[in-house]
């Protein structure tokens, strides 16, 4: 709970500071991009720390990461322009990718799968305290004191979760020999940077024609089909292919990269608009991406009771409708400023996100056992940190356009405009995400063949 705290906070202080730290480094065009290295770090990061993980362990994987989420933060924290902003930012990714999985994996070790139903609430409560005090922090860090403080106060998060994770969790593991696939990483995150770089400066740096956008998006595509053979014959492959011939790990692994690009889209654009289009100051525009995190630990609390009695696939649809109501909501008000009723559309799409994101990780997590529950806990946390990656690139890429033909980012009708536009991306989102959540398998809990918790664990 302290570690996914960590990157709790971390999901919602930063956005509210976009335009405090845009006002002192300059840049704007580039702040997508403090979101982009972040998230492409941990996306690319996760196979090869869930691979280490059902080797070496989970304890010594979610150590480094907490270890290296705190280095990131202390050098974010002293970042002296725009570009060294970003680089810290990914070594914080780099850091967030042992962490977020291995929390996930350590409870699917721990406890069985109606045990987790419960802890599910306690894992829900960290995030409805973060989503109180991640947009409350940065409001106030950026309004009264520094943005630079939104890092810095994760330094004794740090230092208290990895004490605790070294003196309470033991594990037992049958160590063997590993193989890390550098190869295919190289490759995955060779492809995602050419297509995250030619998505956010296409329009900006170059023009969408000419031979530098043409170049990433072509070279990207081809390192990502290299990197599918590489897996093919890599002894130890950093994402296993194999898994997407089941039925059940390719559908969850489609909705949760909708799960990450619709969060991003909200959480990143929201305080945004609401600063630039009507002036609010950055704590109210904090609240406002304070209710999706408010409504999504509220649903997924009691998600565990809708897929023990129903199933996983109904659990999921639910929450799918719900977002998707959300998101169309918050794009009819996006021509209408106004942080109390966007605060409203985003509660409602947490609550939706709430009932998707929980049921279809365990889902996948339990169909496995626990030689491959690090890999498929992985699989699941990387299709949301690349759909993050890609989709705020996206957004950024649709954002900078409009403000690039119209006023500019202090326009507020420009905003209006960009944050409309963006808004329909995210809706476009939700019914993608809707759409792989009816072709999951229909099963109920007693459906599956579940596998034990971890050999030996505390």
């Known amino acids: 709970m302290l570690s996914t705290g960590l990157i709790a906070i971390d999901a919602t202080i930063l956005a509210t500071a976009v335009p405090s730290v845009v006002k002192e480094l300059g840049s704007f065009t580039q702040f997508p991009w403090l979101f982009s290295v972040y998230l492409l770090a941990q996306a690319v990061s996760v196979p090869l720390y869930s691979k280490l993980a059902d080797t070496v362990g989970r304890k010594p994987v979610i150590l480094v990461g907490v270890g290296l989420f705190l280095l990131g933060s202390v050098l974010c924290g002293f970042a002296w322009s725009m570009p060294a902003l970003i680089a810290f930012r990914a070594v914080q990714g780099l850091g967030a990718g042992a962490v977020a999985p291995m929390s996930m994996t350590i409870v699917g070790d721990i406890y069985t799968v109606a045990e987790r139903a419960k802890v599910q609430g306690y894992i829900a409560s960290v995030w409805a305290v973060a989503s109180v005090i991640g947009p409350a922090l940065g409001g106030l860090f950026s309004q009264f004191v520094s943005w630079r403080w939104i890092f810095l106060v994760n330094i004794p998060l740090c230092l208290v979760a990895g004490w605790m994770l070294w003196s309470t969790y033991h594990e037992q593991v049958q160590r063997r020999k590993h193989r890390l696939d550098f190869a295919g990483a190289a490759l995955l995150t060779g492809g995602l940077t050419l297509i995250i770089l030619g998505l956010l400066e296409g329009g900006n740096a170059w023009a969408w024609g000419s031979w530098q956008s043409l170049g990433c998006f072509v070279l990207g595509a081809l390192a990502l089909l290299a990197f599918t053979f590489v897996e093919r014959r890599a002894a130890e492959p950093v994402l296993d292919l194999s898994l997407f011939s089941r039925r059940l790990i390719t559908t969850t692994t489609l909705v949760s990269i909708g799960v990450g690009a619709i969060l991003i889209g909200v959480t990143s654009y929201i305080p945004t608009y609401l600063e630039n289009s009507i002036g609010v100051v950055p704590l109210v525009s904090g609240a406002a991406v304070a209710a999706i995190t408010l409504g999504w630990p509220l649903s997924a609390s009691q998600a565990g009771r809708l897929y023990l009695r129903h199933g996983f696939r109904f659990t999921v649809l639910v929450g ?99 944050a409309g536009a963006v808004f329909v991306a995210v809706a476009v989102t939700a019914a993608l995400m809707l759409i792989a959540a009816l072709a999951m398998p229909p099963s109920r809990v007693e459906d599956v063949e579940f596998a034990p918790s971890a050999p030996a664990a505390d």
């Open 320 to 418: 799918g409708v719900i977002t998707l109501a959300g998101t169309v909501l918050l794009l009819t008000l996006a021509p209408f400023p106004n942080p109390w009723t966007i605060a409203g559309a985003s509660f409602v799409i947490g609550f939706g996100l709430g009932w998707v994101a929980a049921p279809s990780l365990i889902a996948a997590q339990s169909s496995v056992d626990w030689g491959e529950r690090g890999v498929v806990t992985g699989l699941n946390a990387f299709a949301r940190s690349a759909g993050s990656a890609v989709g705020v690139a996206v957004f950024g890429a649709i954002a900078n356009t409009i403000f690039r033909t119209g006023g500019g980012e202090q326009d507020p009708h420009t905003v209006e405009a960009a």
